[in-house]
């Protein structure tokens, strides 16, 4: 019960201070998602080489001193139907390197609760880090998964944190569940 009442409360005071945020995607449209006031998010178009729009690069952090990051490289794919269990098989056969490094061995799916669309990932704890202290830029954990947004819009994630169960990994995950893809209507 513990347990329970304090994840609610985390995710109480996390939707309360945190402002929503877009970043225009052109016209894709535009990706909102709820960003707490303690974190950053940096955006760059990714070209193609002849220059047209290929997707996006989004890195979110923390503006204090903790080790966590999560990036998310969104693509512009051709139509390609919403399945979720093909989102779940890719993250499997993606993943299965970081598997024999890790304290858990396999991988284990768990699905993003994403506001539209859908998305699978999996963390990995860094067998080799377990018990060293913690060091800027050297993550214990890492969550790697995959979201489809919308019919055209396909999003590979990566969450670096020293704890799974950590604010920083909850903040993340938070983040990536909160998206949401809106196109553009004057098209």
């Known amino acids: 019960m513990k347990t329970i009442l304090t994840t609610l409360g985390f995710i109480i005071a996390v939707s309360i201070a945190c402002p929503a945020a877009e970043v ?11 960003l707490p006031e303690t974190w950053t998010v940096n955006s760059n178009p990714a070209d193609r080489p002849d220059g047209s729009l290929v997707g996006f690069a989004l890195a979110f952090k923390p503006r204090n001193q ?3 990051k999560c990036l998310l490289t969104l693509a512009y794919v051709k139509k390609t139907p919403l399945d979720k269990e093909r989102i779940r098989q890719e993250v499997l056969q993606a993943t ?7 304290v858990e061995k396999k991988a284990n799916l768990k699905d993003f609760a994403l506001k539209q669309g859908h998305g699978t990932y999996c963390v990995f704890t860094d067998a080799a880090l377990v018990e060293k202290a913690p060091r800027k830029d050297d993550y214990k954990v890492m969550g790697s998964g995959k979201i489809q947004l919308s019919e055209e819009a396909l999003g590979v994630v990566s969450i670096f944190a020293d704890a ?8 993340m995950l938070s983040i990536i569940n909160s998206l949401g893809l809106e196109p553009r209507t004057d098209n």
């Open 66 to 68: 903790a080790n966590a």
């Open 164 to 171: 799974a169960d950590g604010p920083e990994f909850k903040a």
């Open 24 to 34: 225009d995607l052109g016209t894709r449209g535009s990706l909102s998602f709820t």
């Open 96 to 102: 299965e390197q970081f598997a024999a490094q890790s």
